[in-house]
């Protein structure tokens, strides 16, 4: 079956600009997580979602970011105002029930901030 | 100081030689373990996964966990060029789907 799918696969924006980052789970995976990984780095926490609710934001690094999940299944990433340390590979992660399941990644969104 | 320390890398052996990859950790929480392997411009997929100390055997590959010393291995036997990735260990204070604490990967390279 098709797997965590994410879009777009690059973007390049310019510093201050906003970015919405999209990811879409495997059909009937509940649990949802965004990390992300700078150049030479392991990937780093920033939320996961239980269903539509954020179940731990303790990873976002500020109040820039931001992400959402309405319907339970697609979710997007928000970046406001841009900065150049924004710039890294966005991965997405989706687990059927988020307690013990393994995670399953997605090919991840290259941002560039110019 | 990170949770996890990993050195990068990168490591160059010829095929069929045994790997050896380790991961040190500072926090005594950290109860399930895991290895990923990362090819380029893709993303991670699990490996290896073990709860508390001990070694996990699956065809080529052996997780060891050393709970008392904080120290993780990984090791491939017979090393083919396919293995030529990145290899990332994970830890959790609970359970794989719970947050995830990574290390910084090591470049491992398989010269046919």
């Known amino acids: 079956g098709a797997g965590v799918s994410q879009t777009p696969s690059n973007k390049v924006t310019e510093k201050g600009k906003y970015v919405e980052l999209r990811c879409d789970p495997i059909?009937?995976?509940?649990?949802l997580y965004w990390y992300r990984q700078s150049l030479g780095q392991g990937p780093e926490f920033l939320i996961y979602?239980?269903?539509?609710?954020?179940?731990?934001d303790s990873g976002l690094p500020n109040d820039r970011f931001f992400a959402v999940r309405p319907e339970g299944s697609v979710s997007t990433l928000k970046i406001q105002r841009t900065e150049r340390g924004d710039s890294a590979v966005y991965l997405c992660?989706?687990?059927?029930?988020?307690?013990?399941?393994?995670?399953?990644f997605g090919p991840g969104t290259r941002l560039t901030v110019l | 100081q990170k949770e996890v320390e990993q050195d990068p890398g990168p490591l160059s052996v010829p095929e069929g030689a045994i790997v050896s990859l380790n991961c040190t950790y500072s926090n005594s929480a950290f109860q399930y373990f895991m290895w990923y392997r990362q090819y380029s411009r893709k993303g991670p997929e699990l490996l290896m996964y073990?709860?508390?100390?001990g070694n996990k055997e699956d065809g080529r590959f052996t997780a060891q966990v050393d709970k008392s010393s904080k120290y993780i291995s990984l090791f491939i036997r017979d090393s083919q060029p396919s293995d030529s990735a990145t290899y990332l260990c994970?830890?959790?204070?609970?359970?794989?789907?719970?947050?995830?604490?990574f290390g910084s990967g090591t470049r491992l390279s398989i010269r046919p």
């Open positions: 979602f239980q269903g539509t609710g954020a179940a731990d």
């Open positions: 994970a830890m959790s204070r609970h359970s794989s789907a719970s947050k995830i604490i």
């Open positions: 059909s009937g995976h509940t649990a």
């Open positions: 992660a989706s687990s059927l029930a988020g307690t013990g399941d393994e995670q399953f």
């Open positions: 073990t709860y508390s100390s």
